[in-house]
């Protein structure tokens, strides 16, 4: 049985192994199947307890799928609900809106959605340009205060933003782009949330699949996911080799490749889960093998040379 962490210094609990759930609401609609509610009670029953949504993933349906999933089949003290916000739509005009007003309703919005009294984390998704950063944090302090979220993080700040945002050190939880391709929050980022007792939470921790290793040099990919600059031609065959040299420390562990990828981020300092998106229910369960993967010095070592900060 894998030990729950404790989230930063929020109080919260999470399996090291969270699900990512922008998949959520797109993928039942598209494939007309229960696919949200299927994933998230086949996470619960395998011991998954964080669950990271937003309002954007389908204009609030993944939050509704959440909720109508939560209340009908789990008790809502077993699960970490993670949301986002700071979008709004002017007819198909897409705003981002930090305002005081603004997140205050976004958030009462989520709660409604997830059908819930409380938010255990609330991010705002991404800055806009307007509102001063340590306003719009005070405004979520004002809505911990009142009990309806329980801590607070930011996603898609610059590193200035950040500390402008958590200059009352009012900040829980940054999520940001990280995996083994892009390193790069690992040389200012990480000192400064370790130094500040703040939790890292990495999107795109397996680099929308090319980390999985399930990939091949003749695989056909779809025009968006050619669009991602990690599927372009040169760059795909070397990080294919690159996750190739992966497998056989994968091999010496009994494991898959994405076991190792999403156990090297959890030897990072700031970071205590990782939130992988998944396909299917066989991923999830797939993915939760990774928490119980002991990665030695010498594999810690090897994999940070194949892929350099
Ligand atoms: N804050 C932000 O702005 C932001 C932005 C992006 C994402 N996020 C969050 O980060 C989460 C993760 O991002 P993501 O889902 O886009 O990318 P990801 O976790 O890097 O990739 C997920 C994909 O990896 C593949 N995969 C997962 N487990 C696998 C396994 N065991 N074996 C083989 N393949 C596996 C699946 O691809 P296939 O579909 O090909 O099978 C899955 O769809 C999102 O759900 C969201 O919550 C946040």
């Not at 089949?73 to 603004?102: C, Q, W, Y």
């Not at 009990?147 to 933003?161: D, M, Y």
């Not at 990280?178 to 921790?205: G, H, Q, V």
């Not at 090297?264 to 093998?289: C, E, H, M, W």
């Amino acid at each position: 049985m894998v030990e729950k962490v404790e989230l930063g210094n929020t109080g919260l609990y999470v399996h090291p192994i969270g699900l990512g759930a922008n998949k959520i609401g797109k993928e039942d609609k598209e494939t007309n199947t229960d696919y949200g509610g299927e994933i998230i009670n086949a996470a619960v029953k395998n011991g998954l307890n964080f669950i990271d949504t937003a309002y954007i993933y389908g204009k609030g349906l993944s939050e509704e799928i959440i909720g109508k999933t939560l209340k009908e089949n789990m008790n809502r003290n077993d699960v970490i609900l993670a949301t986002k916000g700071a979008h709004r739509f002017e007819g198909d005009t897409m705003i981002v809106d930090n305002s005081p007003a603004f997140l205050t309703q976004t958030v009462d919005e989520s709660l409604k959605r997830l059908q819930t009294d409380v938010i255990d984390l609330f991010y705002i998704h991404f800055p806009d340009e307007e509102t001063p950063k340590y306003e719009a944090i005070g405004t979520l302090q004002q809505l911990k205060e009142a009990g309806k979220i329980r801590s607070i993080g930011v996603s898609n700040f610059s590193f200035e933003q950040l500390k402008e945002a958590n200059q009352d050190g009012y900040i829980d939880v940054i999520q940001d782009e990280y995996n083994l391709i892009n390193r790069k929050a690992e040389t200012e980022l990480f000192p400064y949330l370790s130094d500040n007792n703040i939790s890292f939470i990495p999107y795109f921790p397996l680099a929308s699949g090319l980390l999985a290793g399930k990939y091949k040099p003749d695989t056909i990919f779809s025009e968006k996911q050619k669009a991602r600059p990690q599927f372009r031609d040169e760059v795909y065959f070397k990080h294919l080799e690159e996750v190739d040299k992966i497998r056989q420390i994968a091999d010496n562990h009994d494991v898959d490749v994405a076991h190792i990828v999403l156990a090297f981020y959890l030897t990072r300092r700031p970071i205590d889960s990782v939130i992988p998106g998944a396909r299917n229910s066989q991923q999830i369960a797939d993915n939760l093998k990774a928490a119980e993967v002991r990665l030695t010095t010498e594999d810690i070592q090897i994999i940070e040379d194949i892929f350099p900060v």
